[in-house]
């Protein structure tokens, strides 16, 4: 990329070069996680309406919630609301996991497009360079 640049402007080039990739890194950085953090809800909220008293998840929580009755002795209720909490760990778990596979899958496809563009730039190829440019114009 700095093989065309006049000998006197490759430190400026080369600094600029290096503040643009930085920017860009940290727009991607925070691209990635806004798509995590929007899909992690997204994906909770459709797992968790997916648990209904005759789903399998509904009946697993119930099931849940008799073994810690049983094993940790605790009343119905608070049995019931600790299976409901494990449920929803759980949901968390899944939902954070499927929105890290929306990341990556975003950052495959941008990377697709990125090599589709990089195809399209002009001058690719061998490098035709003045001469007398590389050396300042002296």
Known sequence: ALAVVPKRLIPAASSLNNAMRNVFQSFGIALLGTIVQTRTITHAEALSQQVTIASPSGLFVDQLGLLLQVRDGLGTAASHAGAVALMFGQIEKQASVLA??????????????????????????????????????H
Not at 103 to 111: C, E, G, L, N
Not at 119 to 124: C, E, F, I, K, N
Request: net charge positive; no cysteine; aromatic share 14%.
């Open 100 to 137: 890290f596979g929306d990341a990556y899958r975003f950052t495959f496809f941008a990377a697709i497009a990125a090599l589709g563009l990089s195809l399209l730039l002009p001058g690719r190829g061998t490098i035709k360079a003045d001469p007398s440019l590389m050396s300042g114009g």
